[in-house]
């Protein structure tokens, strides 16, 4: 191509110097002017046009040369921002897969999922948290948060990317997270307003506490974890059964002479004592029905929102590992990366 180039712009200057000549020559034959003069004339035609052709052909050279530097330039420019933007891009990728998204997909791991404790006979668990109810009567709540297994520090920076990127998300988590905890404390008091009835029935009825390991203190005693186990379970299972969990136990005599109730559940020498309990455990079970009616819908409704905001979380994780879109805001982390991404314009 450039080998044609010149030999086209050859041939026109060539051109060019012949129709200069020839007129010059007209100009003669016509005597408009004489012989010695056109002679002259065609001599500087020819030693103009060869200097400009000349310079020509150096100006486009230089021209060239120019061009292809500066193409050079800007290629190898481009090159290195998109390798250093590519670079950027994938430190971002591994920030968010390795710190962000592994505790984005705890944030609201329903409790049911986690190491459950030892030794409880009740527990009772909403979205994150729980409770364990352990024998003499100690109420144990791990309350919904934001995940706190993972370093504190990464933690933290979750947390600003959702409170500085998603502020309308963040106000409903802490919303929810508060209305959950209050929801597991209320549990926490009806669960311990039980268990304080149910020692004043009992020490009314002569009946001393029992957890179910040590000696029996007398012949007459109760299993008080049992006891506080099967009122607040009863409710339920009478809606679905329609009889009481304790309608299945009969009082017997033993060996010893004596009465018992439910095998280990309480012992007592008169019948009656264990005929009083009975139907106070029916009581109970009847006064409590309403309010754990009240706190199922409650936790149903608390629960829609987890879900809810459990959807907004996945949405989040496929913006980043599908989409390829990156999480709003920015944490200490990923702020250098991203004002450098801007800087390249990426």
């Known amino acids: 191509m450039d080998f044609v180039r010149r030999l086209l712009e050859t041939i026109i200057f060539g051109g060019i110097l012949i ?18 003069q056109a002679t002259s004339m065609l001599w500087v035609e020819t030693v103009v046009g060869i200097i400009i052709y000349l310079y020509h052909l150096l100006w486009r050279d230089k021209e060239a040369e120019k061009f292809a530097e500066t193409y050079a330039i800007k290629k190898q420019q481009l090159e290195l921002r998109a390798t250093k933007c590519k670079e950027l891009e994938n430190r971002l990728k591994k920030h968010y897969e390795n710190d962000l998204l592994p505790i984005i997909r705890e ?18 668990s909403l979205l994150s948290g729980c409770i364990y109810y352990y024998p003499q009567n100690k109420s144990v709540v791990s309350q919904i948060s934001e995940p706190m297994h993972f370093p504190k520090n990464t933690v933290e920076e979750v947390v600003k990317h959702l409170t500085e990127g998603y502020p309308e998300y963040w106000k409903k988590w802490c919303t929810l997270k508060d209305n959950a905890n209050n929801h597991l404390n209320r549990i926490v008091k009806v669960w311990e307003e039980i268990e304080d009835r149910v020692k004043v029935k009992a020490k009314e009825l002569g009946l001393a506490e029992w957890d179910g390991k040590k000696p029996n203190p007398t012949s007459n005693y109760y299993h008080a974890d049992i006891l506080v186990g099967i009122i607040w379970s009863d409710p339920e299972h009478y809606q679905i059964q329609k009889k009481h969990l304790w309608d299945e136990y009969d009082i017997h005599s033993d060996e010893k002479g004596g009465f018992e109730f439910g095998g280990t559940w309480a012992h007592s020498q008169k019948r009656e004592i264990l005929e009083k ?11 409590i029905s309403g ?14 929102e987890g879900t809810n905001l459990g959807n907004f979380l ?3 994780e496929d913006d980043l590992m599908r989409r390829y879109i990156r999480i709003r805001s920015f944490c200490p982390t990923c702020k250098g990366w991203l004002d450098e991404l801007t800087e390249l314009g990426a």
């Open 19 to 36: 129709l200069l000549g020839l007129a010059t020559v007209f100009l003669a034959y016509s005597h408009i002017i004489d012989w010695n």
């Open 107 to 124: 944030w609201l791991k329903p409790a049911f999922l986690a190491t459950r404790m030892k030794n409880h006979t009740m527990d009772y």
């Open 277 to 287: 309990l009975k139907q106070y455990l029916t009581n109970e079970s009847d006064r």
């Open 291 to 304: 309010a754990q009616k009240n706190l199922g819908e409650h936790k149903s409704k608390l629960e829609k």
């Open 314 to 316: 996945k949405e989040i």
